[in-house]
């Protein structure tokens, strides 16, 4: 798989990730440690280079990424996070120094490793500067604990405010053929600065790939279940996008879920999509979508596509919008 290098950092990782959360978080019954250790060593095989982990994924996500890992760990970058309160993204938002530190230290402990590749801060913190965010990020590399320091879902002025303190390598948001937010301001912003970006979500958590429909039911402890953009309504909606796609996909002999993927990969040469997944097929299916060229005609397709098509429903419930975009 081609490599791609985040922004000016020198940080060099495969053109596709690898989003972890939903091996045992989010999405519903997870796979089971053998199942998903072998997941992540099969991306691996395949060229994956960048696995995406998370405080609050739980301390499960973070042990198989280390567990996995383990053999061939000098040829992987490990991104994790931190930001929220007791690592539990119900309790809100805590970037203090000290918790910083206190995350970092039990993140190492349960990857298994001596450091951190990239070092995102979950969310934004309104209660903590974000130069004191990024000080003491600055303080961790100094330490050797930390490689690079990243942002998810930041504002464009909060990206620069961290990044006069301590270079930012990555900013990780949600983007994809029905999120475009990042096109307004951020990406500008990113290239202006030499950040790369790492799109998670690229497949809309799972809508793009033509899997999805109106009949589809989520269960209770699926993430999808409470958010507005997956009511039977909207998706009944949205499906006009999938249906286009779709087009557009046997059209090149492809799947949707790789023109959603080729899609982001064409946009900028420092964009790193992270999509998940629980099952090998659409793991492969995934890293095809690296081989995928779209010609500028295919792309003048695409964007008019995205054109005859208004998405229906916001990306997440209203108690949870205000934490992005700071």
Known sequence: MEKRRLGRSGLEVSSLGFGCMGLSFAYGPGLDRPAAISLIRAAFDKGVTLFDTAEA??????????????????????????????????????????????????????????????????????????????GTVKELIGEGKVKHFGLSEAGAQTIRRAHAVQPVTAVQSEYSLWWREPEKEVLATLEELGIGFVAFSPLGKGFLTGTIDAQTSFAKDDFRSIV????????????????????????????????????????????????????????????????????????????????????????????????TGR
Do not use: C
């Open 57 to 134: 994924y739980g301390a499960l996500n973070e042990e198989l990424v280390g567990e996995a890992v383990a053999p061939f760990r000098d040829r992987v970058a490990i991104a994790t996070k931190f930001g929220f309160r007791d690592g539990d993204a119900t309790k809100g938002m805590d970037s203090r120094p000290e918790r910083i530190r206190a995350v970092v230290d039990a993140s190492l402990a349960r990857l298994e490793t001596d450091r951190i590749d990239l070092l995102y801060q979950h969310r934004v913190d309104p209660n903590v500067p974000i130069e004191e965010v990024a």
């Open 228 to 323: 507005p953009r997956f009511s039977p309504e909207a998706r009944q909606a949205n499906q006009a996008l999938v249906d286009q796609i779709r087009s557009i996909a046997e059209s090149k002999r492809a799947t949707p879920a790789q023109i959603a993927l080729a899609w982001l990969l064409a946009q900028k040469p420092w964009i790193v999509p992270i999509p998940g997944t629980t099952k090998v097929h659409r793991l492969e299916e995934n890293i095809g979508a690296t081989d995928l060229r779209l010609t500028e005609g295919d792309l003048r397709r695409i964007d008019q596509a995205l054109a005859s098509v208004k998405v229906q429903g916001e990306r997440y419930p209203a108690h949870l919008a205000g934490r």
